[in-house]
Nanobody
Framework: QVQLVESGGGLVQTGGSLRLSCAASGLTFSNYAMGWFRQTPGKERDIVASISGSGGHTEYAIFVKGRFTISRDNAKNMVYLQMNSLKPEDTAVYYC??????????????WGQGTRVTVSS
């Protein structure tokens, strides 16, 4: 029943910014931790950032810390990823995921279709 729809990807230059959005439905949104993952073909899917159901706790991968910010609006069932100071290595398809806790996000099968981010050098 869970449906996640990502948007906001695109082509940007090194140092540029993008804001990704994920619209969630089919779940009691505030009860779910949300996360952003990214994947390049042939590589593993890496967790980028996560946020607790209340929004009170966030976690970031080392490779994006200080550049990306995850946030959520529980009244709108939306989660966002603000990406600043983008680097070519950030190029990937970005996926939104939902789980009952941050700790189980990597095990979640509830994913969106992804939105592609390309950072040119």
């Amino acid at each position: 029943q869970v449906q996640l729809v990502e948007s906001g990807g695109g082509l940007v230059q090194t140092g540029g910014s993008l804001r990704l959005s994920c619209a969630a439905s089919g779940l009691t949104f505030s009860n779910y931790a949300m996360g952003w993952f990214r994947q390049t073909p042939g590589k593993e899917r890496d967790i980028v950032a996560s946020i607790s159901g209340s929004g009170g706790h966030t976690e970031y991968a080392i490779f994006v810390k200080g550049r990306f910010t995850i946030s959520r609006d529980n009244a709108k069932n939306m989660v966002y990823l603000q990406m600043n100071s983008l680097k070519p290595e950030d190029t990937a398809v970005y996926y939104c995921a939902a789980a009952r806790s941050i700790a189980t996000l990597t095990l979640s099968s509830d994913w969106g279709q992804g939105t592609r981010v390309t950072v040119s050098s």
